[in-house]
């Protein structure tokens, strides 16, 4: 599974690493993924990959 939220679709983004002497290399920007259980509307659960800001707004808005 890719490194994306289930609920928002945010992916990594890019950029780069900068030394004092202006150097630039690339670098990638990883979310902070959280691996929570949901619970449907049949009364199973699912587990998906979400991420830590989305989250805050779930339990924000429960």
Known sequence: ?????AIS???????HNVSHAKNKTKRRFLLNLRTVRITLEDGTTQKI?????????LKKAA
Not at 49 to 57: F, N
């Open 1 to 5: 599974m890719a490194r994306k939220c």
């Open 49 to 57: 990959k979400i991420s830590a800001r989305e989250l805050r707004t």
């Open 9 to 15: 679709g945010k992916g990594p983004m890019s950029g």
